[in-house]
């Protein structure tokens, strides 16, 4: 066992066991560096990472590779997921150098953690234009002992370049009604008509872009925005990328037409996708989005909710394929006709080869097929499909399952809250509810520390209920805030506004510039050699923009100006940036929307038992309007004083009936007490 014996991360303990001696990222292991003279090679990936594996089994388990990575190198592992601010500061040293980027990412290092050579993998042999590992090891050695005035040179030049790359934002205006039409035109010159996203090769969902498409339309009435945001979806629904059997997305589609996924499912893409298919079904009333919406929040519930009540940050791309007992990418998910008619017979499986898409030749990998939804496939009778849907999956579960980073990361624990307690609420579902509870729950007992004699925070990441020792970053104040918001929205209880306020202002207090812009670590994390900032989506939404959306939120909330004009300052970089690249700053965009149309605040009073309310209250959350917020509870007369929702203060009944508030931009429509009406009030507003 090496020095990764002892952490948390399950990426990181599947190393704890190879020959070479991997450090933590640690003060010590830049001293060791440093007292041996000799350079450190730092490897950052994650536990669902298939070309991670990949060379950790070629490279890192290969015994003559880890001595010479011993003799020659102090050798760190670092989990991106956990140290994300780690992760940023390198991998844009790497995109900046090579053009490119992704993981496993491997960057050479002074004892300053100063980068002087990048990569991402390298072969055991030298293939396809790639040296092989340890040739790149080789000749890092032969530069620091040949050249060290080079290397440090080199290693200087590209932090002073990095630190020129300072983001200046927070000097423009607030986007408007020009810039969001820039980036829907931005979109739609990018689009697929034919296959539904974005671009070519390999082809991840676009969950935010997804989201600001749905805004868009409900402000603007835009058909054609509406329209590739429902055909994406379908596409991606019938397509290999999504678990036709257990619901859920995997990471990405490997070629366009959205057929092979790269196998891995994060709890982030099922989070955002949830949430975005409700939206669609909230939208259009297609059910097909209700489906995807159910299937996938049940998906996230069954399979990576851990016992503590979060949720695990992802499945492996691989399992152990039961013919052959090696690891495969896709053993899990694929099958054969052969396969089919095995569990089925003869008749449900010829019948299922032809709903699904499975070939004699196959689709993936040794006659294998992923199973899609083709659009040709046959008619059949919806209950005959769903016994042959249940019997495959039964079947599925028989097969080694892929293996679960059980890792609960704050950021998209707080994606699952708002996307299980919309989707509860939406489809009548209380479950969703009481276990989008439980995260949240877990959140606050175990990753929010304010502890007296030190300045409160969040923590990153836990595991078997025992937190991490790593801060959490802006992404994950972000979004935790977001959840809690979206829960106190559907549940009524204000605990979870005064959380979302807890977190915000620790954001106001310590990720935020003068100017306004936004750092993804606070003031007081370790120091790198950049402090990150970046404001563009990757995976998931920015932290930028994710704080950014849940401030304004919350200032609609409370009346808080002060947390409305930091999100006012903090979008200053969707102006800048959503007309040019509107496919990476879809999170911003949708906040935008948010922004130009109020957002529209809802207080819909009453006593709790009262059908009335709840009739009032579902017709709130269903509204179209972007970024719309709801309070509910007991009416407050005026001399009552402020409640738990502010937004409920001074609001009473209307000829003893329960009743509805909307506001916008310090206006207030009549109070209604007809849910019809409510809609209305809530839909979307024409030009």
């Not at 500061?89 to 300053?112: H, I, K, N, R, S």
Request: aromatic share 8%; glycine share 10%.
């Amino acid at each position: 066992m090496n020095r990764l014996a002892g952490v948390t991360s399950p990426y990181l303990l599947q190393h704890a066991d190879n020959p070479v001696d991997w450090w933590p990222w640690e003060p010590e292991a830049f001293e060791e560096a440093r007292r041996r003279n000799v350079p450190v090679l730092l490897s950052v990936g994650y536990s669902a990472c298939h070309w991670c594996h990949v060379m950790a089994h070629e490279s890192f388990e290969d015994e003559l590779t880890a001595a010479y990575m011993n003799e020659h190198f102090v050798n760190i592992k670092v989990d991106r997921e956990e140290r994300p601010d780690v992760d940023a500061v390198y991998m844009e040293a790497v995109q900046a150098a090579t053009g490119q980027g992704g993981w496993p990412m491997t960057v050479f290092l002074t004892a300053d953690a100063e980068p002087f050579y990048f990569g991402t993998y390298f072969p055991p042999e030298p293939r396809h234009g790639m040296p092989s590992f340890m040739q790149v090891l080789e000749g890092v050695r032969a530069a620091w002992v040949g050249r060290p005035e080079e290397v440090a040179e080199v290693a200087q030049k590209i932090v002073r370049d990095l630190a020129g790359r300072q983001l200046d934002y927070g000097k423009a205006g607030t986007p408007g009604p020009e810039e969001l039409a820039q980036a829907l035109l931005g979109l739609t010159r990018e689009y697929d008509a034919v296959r539904g996203g974005f671009g070519g090769a390999p082809k991840f969902p676009p969950s935010m872009a997804l989201e600001f498409l749905l805004r868009h339309h409900a402000r603007t009435g835009s058909e054609g925005a509406l329209q590739m945001a429902a055909d994406t979806c379908e596409a991606m629904a019938r397509g290999g990328i999504y678990d036709q059997l257990g619901g859920g997305f995997a990471r990405y589609s490997v070629d366009r037409e959205w057929v092979v996924p790269h196998f891995e499912k994060m709890l982030y893409d099922n989070a955002l996708l949830c949430r975005v298919y409700a939206h669609l079904w909230r939208s259009t009333g297609s059910e097909l989005a209700r489906r995807v919406a159910l299937e996938t929040a049940d998906f996230m519930v069954r399979e990576l909710r851990t016992a503590q009540g979060g949720f695990a940050s992802a499945l492996d791309a691989d399992s152990e394929d039961p013919l052959t007992g090696e690891h495969v990418e896709g053993a899990y998910y694929a099958w054969t006709p052969a396969q089919l008619r095995e569990v089925l017979g003869e008749d449900d499986g010829a019948l299922a080869a032809g709903y699904f898409g499975v070939t004699e030749e196959g689709t993936f990998e040794h006659g294998t097929s992923v199973l899609q939804l083709p659009q040709d496939g046959p008619a059949v009778d919806a209950e005959r499909i769903a016994g042959i849907r249940a019997r495959l999956l039964a079947a599925r579960a028989e097969r080694p399952a892929p293996g679960r980073d059980d890792k609960i990361v704050a950021a998209w624990n707080g994606l699952a809250v708002a996307a299980l307690a919309e989707c509860g609420a939406y489809f009548e579902r209380p479950d969703l509810v009481e276990r989008a509870t439980e995260a949240a729950d877990l959140l606050v007992r175990v990753h929010f520390d304010a502890a007296a004699g030190r300045a409160p925070r969040l923590s990153r990441t836990s595991k078997d209920g025992q937190v991490g020792a790593n801060a959490g970053v802006l992404e994950d104040y972000g979004d935790v805030a977001e959840g809690f918001l979206a829960l106190a929205s559907v549940t009524g209880e204000g605990v979870w506004l005064e959380f979302a306020g807890f977190l915000l202002d620790l954001v106001l207090d310590r990720f935020t510039a003068e100017d306004g812009s936004l750092y993804d670590t606070a003031h007081d994390a370790e120091k790198l050699i950049r402090r990150p900032q970046d404001p563009t989506d990757t995976a998931a939404p920015s932290g930028w923009t994710a704080a950014a959306g849940a401030l304004l939120s919350y200032a609609a909330h409370t009346g808080s100006e002060a947390h409305r004009t930091a999100a006012e300052r903090a979008l200053g970089v969707v102006q800048a940036l959503g007309p040019r690249v509107p496919r990476f700053i879809g999170h911003g965009l949708s906040v935008a929307e948010a922004l130009l149309d109020g957002p529209r605040e809802v207080a819909v009073v009453g006593h709790p038992e009262d059908p009335a309310r709840a009739a009032l209250h579902r017709a709130a959350l269903l509204g179209t309007a972007p970024g719309a917020v709801v309070a509910v509870g007991l009416p407050q007369p005026a001399d009552d004083g402020e409640g738990e929702f502010p937004l409920l203060a001074e609001r009473t009944l209307v000829r003893d009936l329960p009743t509805a508030y909307v506001c916008r931009h310090f206006v207030c429509a009549r109070p209604t007490t007809d849910p019809v009406e409510l809609a209305e009030q809530l839909g979307a507003v024409r030009p």
